[in-house]
Every structure is written in C-alpha cells, then in structure tokens.
T-cell receptor, first 111, second 114 residues
Framework: QKEVEQNSGPLSVPEGAIASLNCTYSDRVSQSFFWYRQYSGKSPELIMSIYSNGDKEDGRFTAQLNKASQYVSLLIRDSQPSDSATYLCATHPKYGNKLVFGAGTILRVKS | EAGVVQSPRYKIIEKKQPVAFWCNPISGHNTLYWYLQNLGQGPELLIRYENEEAVDDSQLPKDRFSAERLKGVDSTLKIQPAELGDSAVYLC????????????FGEGSRLTVL
C-alpha cells in the first residue's frame, strides 16, 4: 500500500465549476498535510497546508482534513483554465521529517 | 528575494558518464533537500541536510550517488556512473525550519541518460 494515494486523473471540469481533488494516506500518525501545484515542466509550488480536522479556506481553495478516515481533499471553486496542473498531496509523519508525496492528480479546466 | 537556484537545467549524457547538479537554497534556509521525480510520479526524497549534516540519506543509492553541502549553504549531487534508469528530474528544495512540510523548490535539473 502506498503511503499517499491519489487518483491520477485526468480530472476534467468546465470553467467556473468546483474541482474536487482527493487523497488518502496510510500513516495514521501523520500530523500535517500539504497540497502542491505543479504546472507542466515546472517545479512543485505549495498552495495549501492543513494541520487539524476540518476545513481551511484560502481564496478559491479549500482544504479538508478527516484524520479518522485518513482522508484529505482540495476543493477549487470557480475553476479557471490557469488552474490546469498536477496537484500533489503530501503528508508529514509525526515521527521523522520526511515529506511523502502522492503521484498527483492531473486537473484540466476547459473553457 | 531569490528562490532556490539549480543548475544545469538540462543535461544529456551517455551512460556510465558522471554528472553533477548544483543547488543554492533560499538565503537563511538551513534545511536542504534533494528529490528525484520520475514522469507521472511525485517527488521522492534522496537526501535531507540540516546545515552541513546529512540527516536522512536512507533513499540515496550510495553505490553511485553522492552529495555534499559544504559550509551549510550550496549543495552538489553527483552520479557516477550514470545509468539509463537515472533519467529523471532532480529537484532541490529548501525550508526555513526542520520538520516542516512547507518546501520551496528550485526549477529542477532534467537528466537524460542515453
């Protein structure tokens, strides 16, 4: 079982819709969670971090964490073509400082 | 403020040749990481430095890979000899504090081994 699992996609949504990206993790003691955005040919860029159960909103982005279900998601409201990228979920275990990435979900926003 | 700087951006070599990648982290960032990213995969940690000390190199293939971070600033990752399977993007990242997941990545060095 992979430590961090994501649907590879591609997830296609029309412009203006809500894009929902999901991630599950296997390490029950993971304490912090991150979403990175990676445009084609570019390096990952941190867009959201979440540390406690519930929702965290930042502009059009909302991260949701459910530690009991070992599930973290990213919602992108009013999706724009410029949101088209690969979204990487990453977890940071409580013990050890190794950030573990999922394989990423490709998002395509169609105008 | 300058970001993480890596060079070269692209490198094409024949198998069995050596190659080296250089990274300059964000000023003041004591933690430096080298990640490997294959196409369609997420980054995988090769080595993490806290200042000059390599504190996690468990995923570094030590028979052919080596890294150093002299003076706790710039770092170099070397592969000798390179194999076909080493073709990938080598990402350098830095962070201001140890144990954070908030990393700043450089543009990466894309290696092609022929």
């Amino acid at each position: 079982q992979k430590e961090v699992e994501q649907n590879s996609g591609p997830l296609s949504v029309p412009e203006g819709a809500i894009a929902s990206l999901n991630c599950t993790y296997s390490d029950r003691v993971s304490q912090s969670f991150f979403w990175y955005r990676q445009y084609s040919g570019k390096s990952p860029e941190l867009i959201m971090s979440i540390y406690s159960n519930g929702d965290k909103e930042d502009g059009r982005f909302t991260a949701q964490l459910n530690k009991a279900s070992q599930y973290v998601s990213l919602l992108i409201r009013d999706s724009q073509p410029s949101d088209s990228a690969t979204y990487l979920c990453a977890t940071h275990p409580k013990y050890g400082n190794k950030l573990v990435f999922g394989a990423g979900t490709i998002l395509r926003v169609k105008s | 403020e300058a970001g993480v700087v890596q060079s070269p951006r692209y490198k094409i070599i024949e198998k069995k040749q050596p190659v080296a990648f250089w990274c300059n982290p964000i000023s003041g960032h004591n933690t430096l990481y080298w990640y490997l990213q294959n196409l369609g995969q997420g980054p995988e940690l090769l080595i993490r430095y806290e200042n000059e000390e390599a504190v996690d190199d468990s995923q570094l293939p030590k028979d052919r890979f080596s890294a150093e971070r002299l003076k706790g600033v710039d770092s170099t990752l070397k592969i000798q000899p390179a194999e076909l399977g080493d073709s990938a993007v080598y990402l350098c990242a830095s962070s201001s504090t140890a144990g954070t997941g908030e990393l700043f990545f450089g543009e990466g060095s894309r290696l092609t081994v022929l």
